[in-house]
């Protein structure tokens, strides 16, 4: 198992460059399915959760090459609508390739995704949305059977605006016959992005980014090429590893109003946060002060910040509360910061942080994606060593985490054994 060693204490000064959003490629990845033909995609990060997509598209018949950010998808001869079951539980969102593989086959099997880390995952409201656009959808040994060569044009008010079910009901009405409307659908920029690469395929869909999109369906659509969206969670882990570490670090391939509520909580809590030029520069000198926290949809704080705002408040001054509204169990770092040293206490979905003066060094695992980068920050931020665990977990979502922070002079390593 492969595992990161982190001398604490060093400041972290230079220039980063953001990759690609994880949560708008594989999304995009999947639209690639709604017709035959070669779409190319730039900017696609190196990561284990696009490796797995590659792979799960492979096995449907599609051609993939993927080099360099470039990821070229020849979707001409899709032989299979079967989801293996060993890649649906490594990747939870493959589940929105069942809109688009309805779009293209009108038949998709996948086996239910499950739970995971971060807590229950249903997925009730992207089979409620698919429903109503006439899929007929039967469960049975744990495999979900969706069928439905004629879908139609529907109203779908989502309970919840969940962006796997706007993305995924997006993708299935498309090719629908008439006009579906989704309402309180998620509006974050990823769901921006699925919307602009489709609209390139030849859809037409308007709203994204506002609580009602509308999709007219069209009868065929084309393969195109398109530029993935700067990842904002990168960005933003970046810009609180600048804030934490005393740093300067200056950010390339951001979109400024995409990090907008990261932006201000960093103020609020003393760093300096300039986004007037092309990219993002954020400085900090003196200890940071406590902050309140909600998670909430966008463009409220995102949940996949939490765990890296709770690392940087662990050692700000002050009492700072969390309130974690999007996902039920996502404090699974809150144990391996108390191994750091951090004093924080869980009451329901809320997390009470009473800053420490300084994060210890100390041997912990990482629980998931987010969870794990915090511990790198919290790591960064310390004195003394840390070891971190299971950091595969991270490498599903970061391209090249450790390069980057060596670049701007964090000191640490990926070992194999220790
Ligand atoms: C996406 C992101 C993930 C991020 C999350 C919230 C991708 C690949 N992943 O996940 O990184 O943390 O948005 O910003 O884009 N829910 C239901 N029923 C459903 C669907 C969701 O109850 O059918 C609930 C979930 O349990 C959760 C909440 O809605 O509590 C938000 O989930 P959702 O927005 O769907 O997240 P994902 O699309 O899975």
Redesign the pocket.
């Known amino acids: 198992m492969e595992k990161f060693l982190i001398a604490g204490g060093a400041e972290l000064r230079g220039t980063v460059r953001i990759a690609g959003a ?2 708008a490629t ?2 995009i990845m999947a639209a690639s399915l709604l017709c035959p033909g070669i779409c190319t995609i730039y900017d696609v990060p190196d990561l284990r959760d696009v490796r797995v997509m590659c792979e799960i598209l492979t096995l449907m018949g599609a051609k993939v090459e993927y080099k360099d950010g470039t990821c070229q998808l020849d979707t001409r001869n899709i032989s299979s609508a079967e989801v293996p079951e060993n890649l649906m539980r490594e990747m ?2 493959s589940v929105f390739l069942m809109g688009a593989l309805l779009g293209r086959l009108g038949r998709v099997k996948v086996s239910y995704p499950g739970g995971c880390a971060i ?9 409620k949305g698919l429903a109503a656009l006439g899929t007929r959808i039967s469960e049975r040994h744990g495999y979900m059977l969706a069928e439905g060569r004629e879908l139609r044009g529907s109203d779908v008010h989502l309970d ?6 706007t ?1 995924n009901i997006m993708m299935a009405a498309v090719r629908a016959r008439g006009v579906t409307l989704i309402r309180n659908a ?1 509006k ?1 920029p ?1 769901v921006v992005d699925l919307q602009n690469f489709l609209n390139k395929m030849g859809a037409r869909i308007r709203g994204a980014g506002t609580d009602t999109i509308k999709i007219e369906g069209v009868p065929s659509l084309g393969p195109t090429t398109h530029s993935v969206i700067p990842d904002r969670i990168e960005a933003g882990t970046f810009m609180v590893a600048a804030a934490m570490t005393k740093g300067d670090i200056y950010l390339e391939n951001v979109i400024a109003e995409h990090v907008e509520p990261v932006t201000a909580k960093l103020r609020e809590a003393g760093a300096e946060v300039d986004t007037k030029g092309e990219g993002i520069r954020v400085t900090a000198s003196g200890r940071l002060q406590a902050v309140d926290v909600k998670t909430l ?2 463009p409220g704080y ?3 910040m939490q765990p890296q705002t709770m690392a940087m408040l662990s050692g700000a001054e002050g009492t700072s509360v969390i309130i974690e509204n ?3 169990n996502r404090f699974k770092h809150v144990d391996e910061l108390r191994r750091m040293g951090a004093q924080i206490k869980i009451e329901g979905r809320a997390a009470v942080i009473r800053g420490v003066e300084r994060l210890s060094g100390a041997f912990v695992e990482a629980s998931d994606l987010r969870a794990g980068v915090a511990l790198v920050l919290a790591g960064l931020a310390a004195e003394g060593e840390t070891v971190i665990d299971n950091i595969y977990h991270i490498d599903r979502g970061y391209d090249s985490l450790e390069k980057k922070l060596k670049g701007i002079g964090a000191k640490i390593e990926r070992i194999t054994d220790r």
């Open positions: 994880k949560n594989l999304p939870r969102s807590g229950p995952r249903p997925i009730d409201l992207h089979l919840f605006p969940s962006v796997g079910a993305e998620a974050e990823e949809p966008y995102p949940t996949d999007i996902f039920a």
